[in-house]
C-alpha cells in the first residue's frame, strides 16, 4: 500500500510540474519594439524582426501594432520583459505623446507619473494597456520616463527601473529610481538608483547579463549621462564600478542615446544599439566580445547593417525562440507588394528617384530607382507613404511643393510631407491619384517630369496627377 501512495503521489507531482520553458530552448531570431516618432500615431508601438540582430525587417508592413487608449494616448522609449519560465511577457513604456496636448516642458517638470503595460501568454495577443504609477511616491516627482525591467534571482523578483525629474539637493534633474514587482501591476517603494554628480542627468539606461568567463561583471550597464558610461556589478541592486565610456571611438552622449542591449544568438558576442538622434540617423550598432570592456566596443563596418524601413526610436531588443518566431511572424508578416508608379499621360514613365530627387522617367536605371512600397501613413489612419526599395527608411516627401527623396526624421513634420490619401484618378478612377495629407487642396502631378504638389484645376494637371499602381 505504501508503494502504491508513492507512485500516485509521484505521478501527481509529474503531472503538475511545469512544461519546459520556452524561454530554454535555442534562440532563433530577434524581435524589437520601438516608436519611430513624435507624431500621435508615431508615439505607439511598433515592431520588427530579424535573423541576425542586425538586419531589420518592420512588421506589419511598417505599421503600429498596439496603442495605448490610456493615459496621455501614447507611448514611448517600450520595454520588452520575458518571465523565467517563458510563459508571459510585458511591454513596459512611457506615457507620452508629445504634440498630442503635451509640450516638452510640461512632460519634464509635469508630466505623467506612471508608465503604460501591456502583457501577453504568447507574445501575439496583448491585453489592454494599463497604468501603473511608479513616480506618484516619490516626493515632487515630475514624471516618468525611459522604463526598464529585470528579472533579479536575488529577490525572485523583477527590478523595475525608470528616469524621474526630482528636485534634490539643490538640483532639479532627472535620476534613475527603481522598485521591484511581480506583476507590474504593484511595486514596492522607489528607491534612488543611479544618481549623476552636481546637474548632471541620466535618464537612459539599460542592463545587459553577461555570462561566466565574459569579464569581471555578471551584470553591465550602460547609461546616457552626457558621456555613454559602462558599469559593471555581479548584484542588479550591489554596487556598481565606473568602466570607462565610448567616447574613445568618438561616441558621447550629445550625439547618441538609448542604449539598446542584443546578445547574438550565437558566440559570446553582442551589439549595444544607440540612436543617433543628433545627426536624425537613429539607431546604429556598436559591436563588442566584452561588455565590460571599454576598449573592446567597435563601430560597424559600413552596409553591415540596415534597420529596415521605419525609423527606430528607443525601444528594446528580445530574442526569440523558434516557437515565438512562428508565432509572431504569422501574426503581424511582412507582405507589401513592390510597386512601380507609372504615368498617365507619358505611359512609357514611372516616378524614380536620382540622386533623392524625384521625376518621371523611361527606361530606369538601376530599376530599383523606380521600386517603391506603400506602407501605411506615417501621419494618420486610412493613408498611406511611399517608402524606396534600395533605401530603406526613406519616403517620398514634398518639400516646398516639390518633391526629393529623404530619410524619415521622425518628426510630425516629415510624417504628414510623406502622407497621402490614395484616391480614385483624378482623369481615370481605374488608375490612382495621391492627395496630399497637410495640403488637402494639393496632389502628387508631374511638370516638366518633376514631382511636385499643386492645385489641380485643368485637364492637364488632372493627367499629371493620374497614376497606375503596377507590380
Not at 548632471?200 to 561566466?212: K, L, N, R, S, Y
Request: with cysteine; aromatic share 12%; net charge neutral.
Amino acid at each position: 500500500m505504501r508503494k502504491l501512495l508513492v507512485a500516485i503521489l509521484l505521478a501527481a507531482l509529474t503531472v503538475a510540474l511545469p512544461k519546459p520553458a520556452a524561454a530554454a530552448d535555442p534562440f532563433t531570431g530577434y524581435l524589437m519594439a520601438h516608436f519611430t516618432g513624435e507624431s500621435s500615431t508615431a508615439q505607439q508601438i511598433y515592431l520588427a524582426h530579424s535573423k541576425d540582430g542586425l538586419r531589420w525587417t518592420d512588421l506589419n508592413n511598417g505599421g503600429l501594432v498596439l496603442s495605448s487608449n490610456v493615459g496621455t494616448r501614447g507611448v514611448r522609449d517600450p520595454a520588452l520583459v520575458r518571465s523565467p519560465a517563458g510563459d508571459r511577457y510585458w511591454i513596459i513604456a512611457t506615457d507620452l505623446c508629445i504634440g498630442c496636448g503635451q509640450d516638452w516642458p510640461t512632460s519634464i517638470n509635469n508630466g505623467s507619473r506612471n508608465l503604460v503595460v501591456w502583457e501577453s501568454t504568447d507574445l501575439v495577443n496583448w491585453s489592454a494597456p494599463w497604468l501603473l504609477n511608479v513616480a506618484g511616491a516619490i516626493p515632487d516627482g515630475r514624471n516618468a520616463w525611459a522604463p526598464e525591467a529585470i528579472w533579479n534571482p536575488a529577490t525572485n523578483d523583477y527590478v523595475l527601473y525608470w528616469a524621474t525629474n526630482v528636485p534634490l539637493n539643490g538640483a532639479t534633474k532627472h535620476r534613475i529610481y527603481y522598485a521591484r514587482t511581480s506583476n507590474f501591476r504593484t511595486i514596492t517603494t522607489p528607491q534612488p538608483y543611479i544618481t549623476r554628480p552636481g546637474a548632471q542627468e541620466i535618464i537612459d539606461t539599460q542592463i545587459v547579463e553577461v555570462p561566466a568567463g565574459v569579464g569581471n561583471y555578471r551584470y553591465v550597464r550602460t547609461s546616457g549621462d552626457g558621456q555613454i558610461t559602462i558599469e559593471g556589478s555581479n548584484s542588479i541592486l550591489g554596487t556598481w564600478t565606473t568602466l570607462g565610456n565610448l567616447s574613445g571611438i568618438g561616441l558621447t552622449g550629445s550625439q547618441v542615446e538609448g542604449p539598446m542591449w542584443v546578445k547574438f544568438n550565437t558566440g559570446n558576442s553582442w551589439a549595444l544599439y544607440l540612436d543617433q538622434y543628433a545627426s536624425g540617423r537613429g539607431y546604429m550598432p556598436v559591436l563588442t566580445g566584452n561588455p565590460s570592456s571599454p576598449a573592446a566596443y567597435q563601430l560597424p563596418a559600413s552596409g553591415s547593417y540596415n534597420m529596415g524601413g521605419t525609423k527606430k526610436r528607443h525601444g528594446a531588443i528580445l530574442n526569440l525562440t523558434a516557437a515565438e518566431e512562428s508565432r509572431v511572424l504569422s501574426r503581424w508578416p511582412s507582405t507589401t507588394t513592390i510597386n512601380r508608379l507609372q504615368s498617365y499621360n507619358f505611359q512609357d514613365r514611372y516616378v524614380r528617384h536620382a540622386n533623392y530627387d524625384v521625376r518621371i522617367d523611361a527606361s530606369v536605371s538601376p530599376a530599383q530607382d523606380a521600386q517603391f512600397r506603400l506602407v501605411p501613413g506615417l501621419a494618420g489612419t486610412g493613408t498611406v507613404s511611399i517608402q524606396s526599395v534600395n533605401f530603406p527608411g526613406y519616403y517620398l516627401r514634398h518639400w516646398n511643393y516639390d518633391f526629393v527623396l529623404a530619410a524619415n526624421d521622425g518628426t510630425t513634420t516629415f510624417a504628414a510631407d510623406a502622407t497621402f490619401r490614395q484616391v480614385a484618378g483624378l482623369v481615370d478612377a481605374s488608375w490612382t491619384s495621391f492627395q496630399s495629407y497637410n495640403f488637402p487642396d494639393r496632389y502628387i502631378r508631374h511638370s516638366n517630369y518633376l514631382l511636385r504638389i499643386d492645385p489641380i484645376t485643368t485637364a492637364t494637371a488632372r493627367a499629371d496627377a493620374t497614376f497606375r499602381i503596377t507590380t
